[in-house]
């Protein structure tokens, strides 16, 4: 019997004839992405997360599933940005200063600048992202960044009106803030956050610093029965959202045209998030019967004055790196002012 010779062109017709027999459920571009998130499942912002990932997929239907790992129990925080940048999980969400030394730049949100509130540090922070664009963030498709609502001293069995209350206080804290509290005259303690509970309980140290948020979560505001606000050395902490290289360059266009469409959204949603976790927070200090002491102004500013060393120095560590720390002090502080005066608006910010 003699060979039946069947052409390239001939197979290649008979591909695309079976191809167009599929049901278009089968050709679709299908990817699974995993979610690694910084907060645990019934959290406030853990919800905002299930609503993006909802409507992203109602926006695509079967082109793409996100598959979402509350409360580190993919990775953990500290580890999520290198978890990213390597593909160990498509989208993770932690926060910047759990990587220290990472994100110069990105570092003026730790500082006692005086935020006044989630909306409004969440807003600054993106504004901080558009406008320098900092390298440091390249390596990763960052899909948005949010930030707390103010971060206080908290103490307990203690009264702090002025900074020489503070003078021989072992207040729990890190990063930038710690440098703060040694400012102030008080001894800051490394501490893991999941210890500080117990560590307040049993008098191991006299307090810590947190945004309102953490007197809910981890219920910081049963052990610790004074939050003293000096408006002008409150921090904020900032948290990322960032999606892996590869697997962004994988997904359909019409699927990153969808990512990109919910970033305005959600930014807000997230700084909406802190604001309601500050007015829990403080409810949840006040049922208790803690005290809530706002500190006279001259003396907030007399903290102010006393940690601009600690401003200085990121300044400093910015410009021995070539990174325009001096010109993103000065854009966030004008902004702050704007906050202050009453005329803050921005895109990010209903």
């Known amino acids: 019997m003699g060979k039946v010779r069947i052409s390239g062109r001939l197979i290649a017709l008979l591909l695309l004839a079976v191809c167009l027999s599929l049901p278009q459920t089968v050709l679709a571009r299908e990817s699974r992405l995993s979610f690694s998130a910084a907060h645990g499942p019934t959290a406030v912002h853990t919800r905002v997360t299930e609503a993006w990932i909802a409507e992203l997929e109602d926006m695509v239907g079967d082109k793409v599933k996100v598959d979402l790992y ?56 993106n504004e ?38 503070l003078q021989g206080l072992k207040i729990r804290s890190n990063g930038p803030i710690a440098e703060m509290l040694k400012a102030l005259g008080a001894t800051p303690v490394s501490l893991p956050m999941p210890e500080l509970y117990q560590a307040l309980q049993k008098g191991v140290v006299h307090g810590g610093v947190w945004d309102f948020s953490a007197s809910v979560d981890w219920k910081l505001a049963e052990v610790a029965d004074m939050t003293i606000v000096a408006k002008d050395t409150a921090y904020s902490l900032g948290f990322f959202v960032a999606m892996n290289k590869d697997a962004w360059n994988g997904l359909d266009p019409e699927v990153q045209q969808a990512i990109d469409s919910l970033r305005l959204k959600y930014i807000k949603k997230h700084g909406q998030a802190w604001a309601d976790y500050d007015q829990g927070g403080i409810e949840f200090e006040k049922k208790l019967g803690n005290s809530i002491v706002e500190i006279d102004a001259n003396e907030s500013k007399r903290w102010r004055a006393k940690v601009q060393p600690v401003v200085d120095a990121y300044i400093a560590d910015c410009e021995a790196k070539g990174l325009p720390g001096k010109e993103v002090i000065a854009y966030v502080e004008q902004r702050i002012k704007d906050a202050e005066e009453g005329h803050f608006v921005s895109q990010y910010l209903d």
Do not use: C, W
């Open 70 to 125: 509350p409360g580190q129990s993919l990775i953990k925080l500290p580890q999520t940005f290198d978890g990213v940048e390597n593909g160990m999980v498509s989208i993770g969400h932690s926060v910047l200063q759990y990587t220290r030394g990472r994100f110069p730049v990105m570092d003026f949100i730790n500082l006692p600048l005086g935020y006044p509130s989630g909306p409004v540090a969440t807003a600054i922070i």
């Open 128 to 165: 901080v992202v558009d406008k320098f664009d900092p390298q440091e963030l390249k390596s990763v498709k960052l899909l948005y960044v949010h930030a707390t609502g103010p971060g206080y001293i908290h103490v307990k069995g203690r009264s702090v009106t002025k900074m020489e209350d």
